[in-house]
Every structure is written in C-alpha cells, then in structure tokens.
C-alpha cells in the first residue's frame, strides 16, 4: 500500500491550493509522488465529489483494458458493438464508417454538441434512449474529418464497453479500475436504462481520482499491479485519448467543467475538484503550472 501524508507536507503546493480557495470553494486535492499520497480536505465539504469530463479518462482506461485482451479493436466501427434492434431505422449511414478511435478523439462527424450530461434540460431533451438519441444524429462530415468535442461521444463508449465485457461499464471500471486502486468512496450518474454517463458524472475523492493518472505516470503500472499496458498508455498520450499536453511540459492532463483536473508527470500525478466559474479556465492553468514546476524542482 502507498503511504499517505497531509499535502501541507509539499508546501509549495499546499500553498497554490490554499490560494485558490481564497478565490473559489476548493473541496479537495492529492498528490501522488514515489508511492507516496498527499491530501488535502475541506472539512465542511463532501469526500467524493463529481469529476465532471475527468469521467472520460476513465472511460478511455476501460477501453484501454478491453484493447489490450483482445475485446476492443479501436479502429472497428461503433456500430458493430450493437444489434440491429439497437440502432434506428432511420440512422445516418456514415455511422457505420466511425470508429472506437473516433469517438475518443471527438471525431464522429458532428457538428452541433448533443447534450451536457450536467444540463438538467438536456437529459429532458434526450428521453429515455440514450443511445438511440445519439445515433439519430446527423454525422455533417466525414468521420476523423472535424473535431467537435462531446459528452455523446463517451456516452456511445460506456454502451461500448458495455458490450464488449458482457457487463455494465460501471461494473466493469469497478473490477478492473476502483477494486485493484483501492478506491473507497465512488459513484456514477446513469441513463434511464442503467449505463453509466461516461462524459460525466463520476464522484470520487482526489486521493483516489489522483491514481488513474499515477497509473499513466508510471506505465500502467499502479503500486506493483499493472492496469494497463505500457502500449495503451503510450497510445492514449499519443492519440489525445482525453489526455493534451500542458504547453511544454511534459504534463499530461483532463480537465472538467467547474474547475476539475487531474494531471500527471514524472513518476506524478495530482488531482483536485472545486467549484469556478467558466469552467475554471484560469484556476486550471495556475494549478497545472504549480505542478509542473514542483516536479521540474524536484
């Protein structure tokens, strides 16, 4: 097991996450350096808190998982995850030419952005059929074509995932990500029929949420268990599989609407959820750079 540490311990960046609080609620924060885990908790908030689009590094790890036994080919079309039943009559045709690597670069060929699953009118919108909804879209390009950023996308690869491992995608992350990283406190938002979200909706602790990056830091490798192969974290980062670059300096990262992050570099990682305005842009950025200069220094 990692040791654990109070984040006052690495002052520099205990620092940068107290100023943020002065800013805007902060409810949590971890680092994860050399098996070591250090957090930071406001004692008035709740423990798991909603990692917003930080959900979609998680979901890439399950399709991650399911790629490296064979189960999941990334180049396979979409459509060949579902029965005929599953898809509507009337769907656009260039739906069967998107692939598994679309669909997590943000590249299935649309244009408008279907829906936010933290939009309570959105949900309204789409009804009970999800994944129904999301096929009836109009593809306006070609698949690969045109980036266009949405939370369908990771809806479409939880029903993937889904599919591919014969069990509910937040049963499968459980088994293979939440049990073998010890996570304690966990939940997901699901669609009326009981699939996970995917765009969104993971509650976790930043202790925890903080792993799944250490776990890209240091191969797919977490505390002498491999997640992952060290072939899919290399693909992930080279690919964009909902992990950019910050600026140049070697950090990896996932952002989340309201001010959620997660970033990892060097044997590091480090994951915080708050709550700002405009998606927490300028907090993000702050954070982010504190990090890649306490693990530049050290």
């Not at 709740?46 to 399709?63: E, Q, Y």
């Not at 997590?104 to 939009?119: A, K, L, Q, S, T």
């Not at 997901?188 to 776990?215: E, H, N, Q, S, W």
Request: charged fraction near 25%.
């Amino acid at each position: 097991m990692l040791t654990k540490k109070s984040l006052q311990e690495i002052p520099f960046l205990y620092d940068a996450v107290m100023r943020e609080c002065e800013i805007d609620p902060m409810y949590d924060a971890a680092l994860i350096k050399n098996d070591t885990i250090y957090y930071w908790h406001y004692k008035n908030s709740n423990n798991a808190n909603n990692g917003h689009s930080t959900t979609k590094l998680f979901i890439d790890s399950c399709v991650g998982i399911l790629y490296d036994r064979g189960l999941v080919d990334i180049k396979a079309p979409v459509t060949s995850f579902f029965t005929e039943g599953e898809l509507p009559e009337s769907m656009d045709p260039k739906w069967n030419s998107v692939t598994v690597h679309d669909a997590m670069r943000h590249r299935m060929g649309i244009e408008e952005v279907p829906y936010g699953v933290d939009c309570d009118e959105d949900i309204e919108k789409i009804g009970d059929d999800f994944l129904g909804y999301v096929f009836s879209l109009e593809l306006k390009y070609k698949p690969d074509e045109h980036y266009r950023y949405s939370d369908a996308a990771y809806y479409l690869l939880s029903r993937i995932i889904s599919s591919a491992s014969g069990e509910k995608c937040q049963d499968f992350m459980f088994c293979n990500i939440f049990k073998p990283l010890s996570f304690r406190q966990w939940a997901t938002a699901v669609c009326p029929a009981g699939y996970m979200i995917g765009g969104g909706g993971l509650f976790t602790r930043a202790d925890d949420m903080a792993k799944l990056p250490y776990v890209y830091a240091n191969g797919g490798v977490y505390d002498g268990k491999r997640i992952l192969s060290e072939e899919w974290t290399k693909l992930a980062i080279e690919n964009h599989y909902a992990l950019d670059e910050h600026g140049n300096t070697g950090s990896y990262y996932k952002t989340g609407a309201m001010g959620q992050g997660v970033i990892f570099k060097n044997n590091a990682s480090f994951a915080w959820h708050g709550c700002s305005p405009d998606d927490g842009g300028n907090r993000t950025t702050r954070l982010f750079d504190a990090f890649s200069d306490y693990v530049s220094e050290v």
